[in-house]
């Protein structure tokens, strides 16, 4: 696992600009950054996508135990919609996507950090962007990247209706181009893919419709679940007869109270970080994240602390582990997950050792055996 | 080889069009191809394909064609596909409209006020 400073194609910006990625760049500041690019073995590939797929059992494990034993409580998740969460367990409402943050220096494992399983973007650039950059800079070389192929396959076995409305939040260019991208993949799997924004849901007195009044059968939300429940129209969720997805049990894994489920269910896992709710129990320094807390916001962690709304749900304490610094550069790996197998990863970079919606997108190649 | 398929193409909206590039040589694929490799979207490529629809000439269809063909000037142009939506180009709506439902009534924006001070749902 080397970290290569290479010299950016000329005419990057064109080519993502051609490519529909509206989000290279933000605020001015280069999200996409091919100054540099990460070199893996094949081995190393191996391991990561191993990995990946023992979390994913533990993780489901994990899910099956809080909703048999009731555990919300150390997920912060309220009883009033414990039933709901239960049931999409029950029914096993399909997962799409997920991505998984692992903290790795290519040495011993890799530690799952947290997992994305609600609203995880950084997809579109892992899925399409570094691949077309591979084919471009290192086209002798490959990629751990089946992500977008795995989407397309994955949309027909949901179980989903062939129509479904996908929404977002609008003013944020990102979710948006996730969405699109999403919505592309559903229309390349035969799907009837609709959208419009998360604010002109209606409700019509028993179920959600479109702005045309259309029943809303299926429905990929980048808007968390948390939020879902909470808004005003929170209280229809549970007697609308609409699909969700993410299904809602995927509230189970996004909450960070599922660290510390995980540390006491399979307790010294080689892949899992000590996790506790209370904090001082790590046996060293720790890092304290909000149950329900997103891109970095209200982190403590030693040296480090950011800002953010986040943190009235109560904590997670983990282990800390600083993230590899290379060429002063903190480097996340994200290794995503689609339909329940590992299936590529992409690799965000920061100059701080937290990791936030700002930091940067780095590709990666590695020479196949 | 990681990336087992040999189909990368994709679309973004805003009318922006991408990417044929991402495979040289491999942008087209017949029905019976299509079938033999049970790509998902098999049926739209064949029906496309009969019709000639596709820009991939007799028997032929194409995915990058058809991505395009949907994301033209934000909905479907070509023929023989499946008609999609437009993207949604209206205000807030978060008001009360009506229309056919049990109650006679709907009402918008009962979603979205817990993310309004936040910049993005996504994680």
Redesign the interface.
């Known amino acids: 696992m080397q970290r290569h400073a290479i010299t950016p194609r000329p005419d990057w910006r064109a080519r993502a600009?051609?490519?529909?990625?509206?989000f290279a760049e933000i605020a001015g500041e280069p999200y996409w950054d091919e100054t540099a690019a990460w070199e893996f073995t094949a081995g190393e590939?191996d391991a990561l996508e191993e990995a990946t797929n023992e979390l994913e059992r533990l993780c489901r494990a994990a899910v099956a135990h809080a909703v048999q034993h009731k555990r919300n409580d150390i997920l912060g998740i309220p009883d009033a919609v414990w039933a709901l969460i239960a049931g999409s367990w029950q029914r096993q409402e399909a997962s799409l996507y997920g991505r998984m943050d692992l903290w790795w220096d290519g040495r011993g494992p890799p530690k799952l950090l947290e997992y994305?399983a609600?609203?995880?973007?950084a997809l579109?650039e892992a899925?399409?962007i570094q691949?077309?950059w591979l084919?471009c800079a290192f086209p002798d070389m490959?990629?751990?990247?089946?992500i977008?192929?795995a989407l397309?396959?994955a949309?027909?076995r949901l179980g989903i209706p062939k129509r479904v409305h996908f929404t977002?939040?609008?003013?944020?260019t990102?979710?948006?181009?996730?969405v699109?991208?999403l919505?592309?993949?559903a229309?390349?799997?035969?799907a009837?893919?609709?959208?419009?924004?998360?604010?002109?849901?209606?409700?019509?007195?028993?179920k959600f419709?479109d702005?045309e009044?259309q029943a809303m059968q299926a429905v990929f939300k980048?808007?968390?679940w948390?939020?879902?429940l909470?808004?005003?129209?929170g209280n229809?969720v549970a007697r609308a007869p609409t699909r969700w997805i993410e299904p809602a049990w995927r509230l189970i894994l996004?909450s960070k109270g599922i660290l510390a489920l995980l540390w006491e269910l399979f307790p010294g896992h080689p892949n899992l970080l000590p996790a506790f709710r209370e904090p001082g129990r790590c046996g060293g320094a720790e890092i304290r994240k909000p149950l329900f807390g997103?891109?970095g916001a209200n982190i403590s962690a030693p040296g480090a602390e950011t800002p953010g709304?986040y943190g009235e749900e109560g904590f997670v304490n983990q282990q800390y582990l600083e993230l590899p610094l290379v060429d002063g550069r903190y480097a996340l790996i994200g290794s995503w997950v689609i339909d329940g197998e590992a299936k590529?990863i992409g690799i965000r970079e920061d100059a701080s050792p937290i990791t936030r919606?700002t930091s940067r997108f780095v590709p990666h190649f590695?020479k196949?055996a | 080889?990681?990336?087992?398929?040999v189909?990368?193409l994709?679309?973004?909206?805003?009318g922006?069009?991408?990417?044929g590039?991402?495979?040289?040589g491999r942008p087209r694929i017949s029905c019976d191809e299509a079938r033999a490799q049970s790509l998902?979207?098999a049926?739209?490529i064949c029906l496309r394909a009969a019709s000639g629809a596709g820009g991939g000439g007799s028997g032929h269809s194409s995915?990058l064609f058809?991505?395009s063909s949907?994301?033209r000037g934000g909905s479907y142009a070509g023929s023989g596909g499946?008609?999609?939506?437009a993207?949604?180009s209206?205000s807030?709506?978060?008001v009360s409209?009506g229309?056919?439902?049990?109650?006679g009534?709907?009402?918008?924006?009962?979603?979205?006020?817990?993310?309004a001070?936040?910049?993005?749902?996504?994680?």
């Open positions: 600009r051609d490519l529909g990625f509206a590939i994305n609600d609203t995880p973007t579109y899925a399409v691949w077309e084919t490959d990629q751990f990247n089946g977008h192929e397309i396959a949309w027909p977002c939040q609008r003013d944020s990102e979710d948006k181009g996730t699109d991208y919505r592309d993949t229309m390349q799997a035969g009837e893919a609709r959208f419009l924004y998360i604010d002109e849901i209606g409700w019509d007195g028993g419709v702005l009044n980048l808007y968390p948390e939020w879902l909470r808004d005003a129209f229809n996004s997103r891109e709304p590529g919606d590695f196949s | 080889m990681r990336r087992p398929l189909i990368a994709v679309l973004m909206g805003g922006v069009v991408m990417a590039a991402l495979m040289p998902p979207n049926d739209e995915w058809w991505s949907i994301y499946t008609a999609v939506a993207n949604t209206g807030a709506s978060k409209s229309g056919p439902s049990s109650s009534s709907v009402s918008r924006g009962g979603f979205g006020g817990a993310g001070s936040a910049s993005s749902g996504g994680s």
